[in-house]
Nanobody, 128 residues
């Protein structure tokens, strides 16, 4: 029964950085995992980063590996996505999501049907 709200999306030039935030109305410990998804114009939604809330370990989709970092702040009920070295192909609507029964890294590249709770999305636009 959680509620998620994303913020931090913006329009930036290639090579720039952004940090997205996701505020949860429930304690993060209630979720097995949390993740970030994105949907580019004309494309399907895809999971790009997932964090296992108990262990604090994370995994990433190959195109963002080494550039994006997902993290959590359990004391503040916050999830973050730090995005560095942004490319035009990173453009899209970014969504925060959470699941009580986590499928793990299978989230990566998926459309997110396994996730239980979703934010409204925040737009990221990267120009050439």
């Amino acid at each position: 029964q959680g509620q998620l709200v994303e913020s931090g999306g913006d329009s930036v030039q290639g090579g720039g950085s952004l940090r997205l935030s996701c505020a949860a109305s429930r304690a993060i410990k209630n979720y097995g995992c949390m993740a970030w998804f994105r949907q580019a114009p004309g494309k399907e939604r895809e999971g790009v980063a997932v964090i296992f809330t108990g262990l604090g370990s994370a995994d990433y989709l190959d195109p963002v590996k080494g550039r994006f970092t997902i993290s959590q702040d359990k004391a503040r009920n916050m999830l973050y996505l730090q995005m560095n070295s942004l490319k035009p192909e990173d453009t899209g609507m970014y969504y925060c999501a959470a699941a009580t029964w986590c499928v793990g890294r299978a989230v990566l590249g998926s459309t997110g049907t396994s996730m239980h709770y979703w934010g409204q999305g925040t737009q990221v636009t990267v120009s050439s």
